[in-house]
């Protein structure tokens, strides 16, 4: 297998340069940013009780505020995940009786519960009297702009966009592909806001959704903007009278941002930004890999390996569940830790299906760090993530492939 993924990196070299590109921009970018608020030593001291004037707290949501061009951010390490951040955003915009639009399609299995989707589960949404519609992509993979506007009724709050494809065969969004919309609601529309689902994205492009029109971007610190340092938390950036909104759901009516401290060191997540253009482009690099290879063995793979990128996530279509499970089983022995474990499909708590998870990752459930997950269903697709550093991606292909091999699966 090492012969086919050398031709498959032959292959992969155009876009590598690319992705070197985008990586020393965001690296300026973010270096500025750090240099622009003088950070020092003493913003990675830790604090507790209140949290009252915590300048390492403060600091990091100005950066990133910067960082996205928007007003304000909450960054904080007390946001559990992705879906955590999420649900924290829509419970601060929505208020009974109004309507959240999914514009981009279905959303991702874990928040299906938090919508309520699906019955009506406590605490949901639904429960608290929030409608929910969602309007399909067009054919061609992009935001129907004319279906969302016929969607729009007065009700209609907050209007969410998805960036990446989760548990989908659609193609993930580019930044700007939200500006159309941006710029329909906010002419049309401007009792609605736009949301982004930004988990899997950032970093990948030279700019962010927000600088595109996107009102709040929403994001996970164990993905793309913690480098794989970050031991947990997440993001939110936008407007300030939104992002004040979302603060009374992160704390309290009347509290808001002003509170929230961290007895451990503010360190990993100032670093972890430092590093993750460079880390996010080691991600990338390992998905155009996995994308080479699998064309090569005559695999669909989504994106194909010269497409341009959004996010950090390969889509496989394996085909088989033998496949599916061998190829998830061989990125987990390829892991530094945890190698030792095999992964078996299991009724994951938030999934409508049972899932496969490969994740032997040095911070628990790090999508930047290598992994490899995917809902037990037809077309049975693999969806490939992260890579700290592209050596290891290439190394965990070879051996993954090769398990697969002696499995009979290929």
Not at 207 to 220: I, L, M, R, Y
Request: aromatic share 8%; hydrophobic share 40%.
């Amino acid at each position: 297998m090492k012969q086919l993924i050398q031709q498959a990196e032959k292959r992969c070299q155009p876009m590598f340069e690319k992705i070197d590109e985008i990586a020393l921009y965001n690296t300026e970018k973010v270096l500025n940013a750090l240099q622009n608020y003088g950070v020092a030593a003493r913003h990675f001291a830790p604090t507790t009780g209140y949290g009252y004037d915590d300048i390492g707290r403060d600091t990091l949501e100005k950066i990133f505020a910067d960082l996205f061009e928007a007003d304000a951010a909450i960054v904080r390490p007390q946001i559990a995940s992705g879906t955590h951040a999420l649900s924290m955003c829509l419970f601060g915009l929505l208020c009974p009786g109004d309507e959240l639009m999914y514009a981009s399609g279905a959303p991702y299995d874990t928040l299906e519960d938090v919508i309520g989707v699906r019955g009506c589960p406590p605490g949901s949404l639904k429960e608290m009297g929030v409608s929910y519609c969602e309007v399909p992509m067009s054919s061609e993979g992009k935001l129907d702009i004319e279906a969302i506007r016929a969607a729009m009724k007065p009700n209609t709050r907050v209007v969410a966009v998805q960036r990446s494809r989760g548990y989908s065969s659609r193609p993930s969004l580019m930044p700007e592909d939200v500006k159309p919309l941006a710029d329909m609601l906010h002419a049309e529309f401007p009792n609605a806001c736009l949301m982004v689902d930004n988990c899997y994205g950032e970093f990948v492009c030279e700019k962010e959704p927000t600088q595109f029109g996107a009102d709040v971007c929403v994001g996970s610190l164990i993905k793309n903007p913690g480098g794989g340092l970050a031991p947990t938390g997440g993001y939110l950036v936008g407007r300030e009278d939104l992002i004040e909104r979302i603060s009374y759901r992160l704390t309290a009516p009347g509290i808001g941002r002003e509170v929230g401290s961290y007895a451990g060191s503010y360190q990993p997540f100032y670093q972890g930004l430092f590093m993750a253009p460079h880390v996010v482009a080691q991600a990338i690099k390992t998905a155009v890999l996995a994308a080479s290879a699998c064309e090569l063995l005559g695999m669909k793979s989504t994106p194909a390996s010269d497409a341009r990128r959004t996010d950090i996530i390969q889509a496989l279509e394996l085909g088989t569940p033998e496949r599916l499970i061998a190829f998830c089983q061989g990125i987990q022995m390829a892991s530094p830790i945890d190698s030792m474990a095999l992964p078996e499909p299991w009724d994951m708590p938030g999934y409508q299906h049972q899932v496969i998870m490969a994740a032997g990752t040095f911070v628990s459930g790090a999508s930047i760090e290598l992994s490899a997950d995917a809902p037990m269903r037809e077309p049975y697709l693999a969806f490939l993530q992260g890579g700290l550093t592209y050596s290891h991606g290439k190394l965990a292909l070879i051996r993954t492939l090769e398990y697969m091999r002696k499995k009979g699966c290929l």
